[in-house]
Each structure stands twice: as C-alpha cells, then as structure tokens.
C-alpha cells in the first residue's frame, strides 16, 4: 500500500480550510497574509523567510512583457504537508530547564505534578529519558511506544551500571492514558501536558508532514489511521474525541543526567522518612541536596513519524543490541546507520572512557 498518503486523522484536519479562506481574504486584501499556525499575519514579513510565494499573484502593468510579481508570504513557520520540518537538535539551556522545571504536568487520574519530579529528587532514577508524543490517537506514535516497549523495558534498564528510567508525555485530555497505555502495552509511566507549555519551550514544533517511513512503524499506513479512528469513534459517548491533542504537534526524546558521573553518596538523613501528615514536592528532595540535571542529548521530530530509532535510542541509554529487526532490510539497516538526535550522553562518556583505559594490543 501507499504509505506516502497522510492517515485519516491528518488529512481531516481544518487548518487546511483556515489555510484556503485566509488565502481569499487576501485576495481582497494584500496586507493580510496567509494563516501561519492558525493566526493571520496582518504585516508582510521583510526579511529573508519571505522568499517563497504562492500561486496568487498581482496584475502586470499594461504593455508590460515582465512576469506577474508574486505575493510574498510568511515561511519563517512550516507549512502542513510541506516536507520536514525545518527544526535543530540543539540541547535545551540551563535557562530553558530552569524555567520549565516547575510546570505542571498531569497524570492518569488528573492530579497535577511538576516536570522536573520526573526526572530529579527522591526515589528518581539518575538518568531518564523524557519521550514526547504526539495525540493520544496517534497510530504513528503507538506503533512507536509498541516497538519501543519490545527492545527497552524496565527489567533491561535495570542491568545498566547507572539507575535509568523512562517516562512518556503526551499533550491530550488525561482521561484518555488509560485508553493509550492499553494500545500501546507501554511498561512506563505516561503523563501530559494539554497546555502543550513544555513543547513549546524545548523547541519542538508543528506539522503534519508524513515524512518517510521508519523502521519502528510495523502496521501499514491505512491500517493504523483505521485503528486510530476506531479508538476515536469509542471516545464520542464521553465527549473525548476531540480531546487527544492537537494534532500538528509532533514531540521528540530527552535524556536528562546527572552533571557528574560520581554517584552521590547518601546519607542517614537522606533516608529520614517524611512525618505523618507532612506535605513535600517529590521533585524537592526534602532536606537533602538533590542532584542537578541537564539534557545530555535530544532529537526533535521533523514529520509525524520522525522518533529516533530504536538502534539509537539503545547506544545513547547504554544498553547493547540494537533492538528486534524487521523484514524490511532497507528501513532497518538505515535505522542501524542514522543517528538523528544530538549529544553526548553518560552511556557514551563511559564507553568513550572505557576505550581509551584499555590496554594497548601489541
């Protein structure tokens, strides 16, 4: 089948409509430029974004053998189906993180928790990588969590020399988790952030590009966009369907780490436990020096479909093998070879230092 055609969900989305009325108006109006991200631009952009144009353009003068000029329109923003999103792998600053690290993040039940109780403070793992998911009926992305759950579990993190944890974030209604978690058959905790805050500050962004086809995505196209608006249709009594999330938003992979390879040495007072009716942010660690973390590596989606592959995933979190193959010999020996997130993470410090203590072979 033709996987290169956007699934149900996408190819039904209204900014499309917004995109074509916008377009009119501006025919009317040239001081209105198309919609970017569902908002009208009411100035004409003067730097270099505006170098693209579109099919509507201005009447040459009388007599004139020169060709129409076109209408310059805003492109410092991706347009839906317009190819990869023109996104960086940078790592967040410690500015971002400390700015984000006391949003709040919602769980199953809607109970509100900050983001940095994910990855720092008591009883936390030292290293855990931050997965952001597009809408809650994503076949794109439960194909990801499916394959991503058969190669990297909890039970195979365990064997790693450095305790490390994994935690999904989606930006849906929390009422839909449950519905995610069995789809997906996910071992990790998955919480969200309707606001969508946390991927607007760690620069991830919005399309709804197909992009090419990746390795971890074993269902065909249709076959996926039918399960995903199976799962919808269950969610219309509740008045959910409409509440995954939006559905241009595409998520990526943080690894947040230690800033040393030391491990803490804890303390009595470490282990104190908490008096009986005493409130205290899991993300505070009490009176006990918590360990400070940064993003040691990351990868932004460009299209829809765009998660790191498995193979990557587990070079960065340490753990060996690449992870189940597929029968596609084409996608999966280009998911061995491609590296498409950006960093240096502890697992790789390690190997880099392992490689240079060893002996010499005469």
Known sequence: MDDSKPDAAQAAEAPAKELDAA????????????????????????????????????????????????????????????????????????????????????????????FKSLYSGNNVARRVLVVFIRHF?????????????????????????????????????????????????????????????????????????????????KKSMWKSSLDSIGQALRFVPKGLVLKSGDQRQVGGEFLFEPLDLVTP???????????????????????????????????RMKTTRDHAEIPELMEVLGLDGHGKPIEDQDRWSKALASRKGTGLSMASRMSKLSEANEPTKL
């Open 23 to 114: 377009t009119q108006r501006q025919h009317q109006d040239p001081t209105v430029s198309p919609m970017t991200d569902g908002k009208e631009s009411t100035t004409i952009a003067q730097n270099d974004a505006t170098t693209s144009a579109v099919g509507t353009s201005t009447s040459p003068a009388a007599g004139s053998s020169a060709p129409p000029k076109s209408i310059e329109i805003d492109k410092s923003k991706p347009e839906d189906f317009d190819g990869e999103v023109a996104t960086t792998n940078e790592l967040p600053s410690e500015e971002t993180i400390k700015k984000i690290e006391n949003y709040t993040i919602l769980d199953k039940d809607g109970k509100t928790r900050t």
């Open 137 to 217: 009926f994503c076949g794109n992305c439960q194909e990801y969590l499916r394959t991503f759950s058969e190669s990297i579990s909890p039970e195979s993190l365990l064997q790693l020399p450095v305790s490390t944890f994994v935690v999904v974030v989606g930006c849906g209604d929390p009422a839909l988790i449950d519905m995610y978690i069995e789809a997906t058959k996910c071992p990790f905790p998955i919480y969200t952030d309707p606001t969508r805050s946390l991927f607007n500050e760690l620069g991830m962004t919005m399309t709804l590009a197909l992009g090419s086809r990746p390795a971890y995505m």
């Open 265 to 299: 040495i804890t303390t009595p007072q470490d282990e104190r436990p908490m008096t009986m009716g005493s409130f205290q942010d899991p993300s505070s660690g009490g009176n006990a020096q918590v360990e400070e973390k940064k993003v040691t590596w990351c990868h």
